[in-house]
């Protein structure tokens, strides 16, 4: 059984990556010529900046490839723009165990693709690689220079920070509708940075451009999610009475409150979960013993619990209203007062052991239908029940199939 459900979670998991969308987008490229070409690009919607991507020059074509050293700009219409650029970058550790004692940038002359924040008077730039982020700005035609922020150790081992980008920006960017208080109050995060822009730019300016609106703001969902289960429980003593004791397959239901964080980038694509499930199994065995009073021993298991899976997730789209998903789990099990006990035929209690559960794994895949609905298959691998009874083994398995509904 557990061999037919993982070779059939696998099965759907390669027909998904086969038959899954991968979308191109119209947009462009300005090459080394200061040719602009027409074309659809692959977008993976980047977190770190990208040195190169994939083209095509028509639905019906062949994919490309196209690297800084031959592309001098790129973009996804409506979606994002990248320009190639040799500017000086400071990459200092922002790591707190990782800090140097040197309030000072240390720049570095690089060629980078930066992405385009917000467009007009004044331009703002991002440069991500891993957990180095770093933002640049410039006015009109002049030339692009890193906003300055610097984290560093003191000499007395203390946290500094060398904000000198609110100088920077106070100096070269003064407007009307820009305040001291205004400055005093910026943080060198993109929605802070990015505000200020716009609002240096007029706000509302038929030149303005921001590509941060175009953005999916909806990075949570929360769900009702319940279930069907079909739970299995075997537990033995090879010192005992219990050599193998099968409680076979019981059919039960369960329900779940799914809370989803999707991550902004890749498409949304990726998302973590927090998934609190009550489940239960309750059943009753009998086994005959010639040497016990009354020829037989009963055992009922009642074993309920939170679990409490955390789960990674990958999205395949199909369309604009359909995709396809995979999570692993890693499953937390909290139960109280769950048990086994071990009766005689009268119903006297020969041994009562008390449920402790480990952790354990699962996989899923699913199928989510315009956000608000979704189908999923999820296999749980062995979970112990009986941690605190060392000569006792037990195997509690699940499969699921879990239905969902997105209250927001």
């Known amino acids: 059984m557990?061999?037919?459900?993982?070779?059939?979670?696998?099965?759907?998991?390669?027909?998904?990556?086969?038959?899954?969308?991968?979308?191109?987008?119209?947009?462009?490229?300005?090459?080394?010529?200061?040719?602009?070409?027409?074309?659809?690009?692959?977008?993976?919607?980047?977190?770190?900046?990208?040195?190169?991507?994939?083209?095509?020059?028509?639905?019906?074509?062949?994919?490309?490839?196209?690297?800084?050293?031959?592309?001098?700009?790129?973009?996804?219409?409506?979606?994002?723009?990248?320009?190639?650029?040799?500017?000086?970058?400071?990459?200092?550790?922002?790591?707190?165990?990782?800090?140097?004692?040197?309030?000072?940038?240390?720049?570095?002359?690089?060629?980078?693709?930066?992405?385009?924040?917000?467009?007009?008077?004044?331009?703002?730039?991002?440069?991500?690689?891993?957990?180095?982020?770093?933002?640049?700005?410039?006015?009109?035609?002049?030339?692009?220079?890193?906003?300055?922020?610097?984290?560093?150790?003191?000499?007395?081992?203390?946290?500094?920070?060398?904000?000198?980008?609110?100088?920077?920006?106070?100096?070269?960017?003064?407007?009307?509708?820009?305040?001291?208080?205004?400055?005093?109050?910026l943080n060198y995060k993109r929605k802070s940075l990015t505000t200020f822009f716009i609002r240096y730019n007029g706000g509302d300016n038929s030149n303005l451009i921001s590509y941060e609106n175009k953005k999916k703001k909806d990075l949570f969902n929360l769900s009702i999610r319940p279930r069907l289960n079909n739970n299995s429980l075997s537990i033995e003593n090879p010192t005992g009475y219990y050599k193998n004791l099968d409680f076979g397959n019981k059919l039960g239901f369960g329900i779940g409150i799914e809370a989803e964080f999707i991550f902004p980038f890749n498409k949304n694509k990726w998302s973590v979960l927090l998934e609190p499930t009550y489940q239960n199994f309750r059943s009753e065995k009998a086994i005959n013993v010639n040497n016990v009073n009354g020829g037989q021993l009963i055992t009922k298991v009642d074993y309920s619990s939170i679990e409490i899976p955390v789960s990674l997730r990958h999205y395949f789209f199909i369309n604009n209203g359909s995709k396809v998903f995979v999570n692993i789990s890693f499953i937390f099990d909290i139960n109280s007062k769950s048990k086994i006990d071990l009766k005689r035929a009268d119903n006297s209690t020969l041994n009562s052991l008390k449920i402790a559960s480990g952790n354990n794994l699962a996989l899923g895949v699913g199928y989510k239908f315009y956000d608000k609905y979704s189908l999923e298959m999820r296999y749980q691998t062995n979970r112990t029940v009986l941690g605190n009874y060392p000569s006792w083994g037990s195997e509690y398995k699940t499969f699921s199939v879990i239905f969902g509904y997105s209250i927001f």
Request: glycine share 2%.
């Open 2 to 185: 557990t061999r037919k459900i993982t070779f059939l979670l696998l099965a759907i998991l390669i027909c998904i990556n086969c038959y899954s969308q991968i979308k191109f987008e119209k947009g462009y490229y300005i090459d080394n010529n200061n040719n602009k070409n027409e074309c659809l690009i692959k977008n993976l919607d980047w977190k770190n900046n990208p040195t190169d991507f994939e083209y095509k020059l028509s639905e019906n074509t062949q994919s490309q490839k196209a690297d800084i050293n031959s592309i001098q700009e790129f973009g996804i219409y409506n979606t994002s723009r990248y320009i190639r650029n040799t500017v000086k970058i400071d990459r200092s550790s922002d790591n707190i165990n990782n800090l140097d004692d040197n309030e000072n940038l240390i720049f570095k002359e690089e060629q980078l693709f930066l992405k385009v924040l917000v467009e007009g008077k004044a331009n703002l730039y991002i440069y991500e690689d891993g957990n180095l982020i770093r933002y640049f700005y410039n006015k009109k035609d002049s030339d692009i220079e890193q906003l300055v922020y610097k984290i560093y150790k003191t000499n007395r081992n203390n946290i500094g920070r060398n904000k000198r980008y609110k100088q920077q920006l106070w100096k070269n960017l003064k407007c009307p509708t820009i305040t001291l208080d205004h400055i005093k109050k």
